[in-house]
């Protein structure tokens, strides 16, 4: 069966400071990948989509970036965090295919101070 | 163009009372749609999903949901609520007509409380 990973699942983080959250799935292959923001326990906001290796597609223009140096990790970054940055980020996977569900991990909360 | 609306925030049951969250979708070709609910600090957990065929979908947890496609509607239904349904709970849409469109639209959410 498929499973999904991301960690930390807790990281609090000074402004200014780089950031980097990673995601790996097992159990399937050539995966899509996705990057997602929820701000205060509602909805979904599409950070990072992509549909294959070193394809990214950005959703949203801000200070973070994503890549995918392998086929079932997915890299969310940062140079410099802001205070806005703060949030609970879910990395999910789907089979390629307009009529797949997304899964989703567990979720990292980061805090900015 | 793929939007989704949960018209409720929140939605109050008692224990062992039918429940309906309501969602309402807008696509410009064939609506596939998903619900999924989240546990508190948990990541979104997929209940099920209509791509086509019969009107009404059967998922995990003995959740449903009613496909309409004149009201373009597609609610979550229970028979008869558990206390640990209570959570939040998202409706999604793609546009299954677009090719390529790989990416889910979801709702606000709807938070589900569950009075014992």
């Known amino acids: 069966s498929q499973t999904i990973h991301q960690w930390p699942a807790t990281l609090v983080q000074p402004v200014g400071s780089p950031l980097s959250l990673e995601c790996t799935v097992e159990g399937t292959s050539n995966p899509n990948l996705y990057w997602y923001r929820q701000a205060a326990g509602r909805g979904l906001q599409l950070l990072f989509y992509s549909v294959g290796i070193g394809q990214i597609s950005s959703e949203v223009p801000q200070n973070l970036s994503a890549s995918r140096p392998q086929d079932r990790q997915f890299i969310l970054s940062s140079k410099k965090l802001l205070l806005s940055d703060s949030g609970f980020y879910l990395c999910?996977?789907?089979?390629?295919?307009?009529?797949?569900?997304?899964?989703f991990g567990d979720g990292t909360r980061l805090s900015i101070l | 163009a793929q939007s989704v609306a949960q018209p409720e925030d929140q939605v109050n049951v008692a224990e062992g009372n039918p429940l309906t969250v309501k969602c309402t979708y807008s696509v410009s070709g064939n609506p596939y749609l998903f619900w999924y609910v989240q546990y508190p600090n948990r990541g979104l957990q997929f209940l099920l999903k209509?791509?086509?065929?019969?009107?009404l979908v059967k998922g995990s947890y003995g959740f449903e949901a009613e496909f309409n496609k004149s009201q373009t509607s597609f609610h979550l239904k229970k028979p008869s609520a558990l206390v640990s349904d209570s959570a939040l709970y998202f409706c999604?849409?793609?546009?299954?007509?677009?090719?390529?469109?790989?990416?889910?639209?979801f709702g606000t959410g709807t938070r589900l409380t569950i009075i014992p």
């Open positions: 999604a849409v793609r546009d299954g007509s677009n090719f390529g469109n790989e990416k889910l639209t």
């Open positions: 999910a996977w789907s089979q390629a295919g307009r009529n797949q569900p997304q899964h």
């Open positions: 209509y791509i086509t065929g019969d009107n």
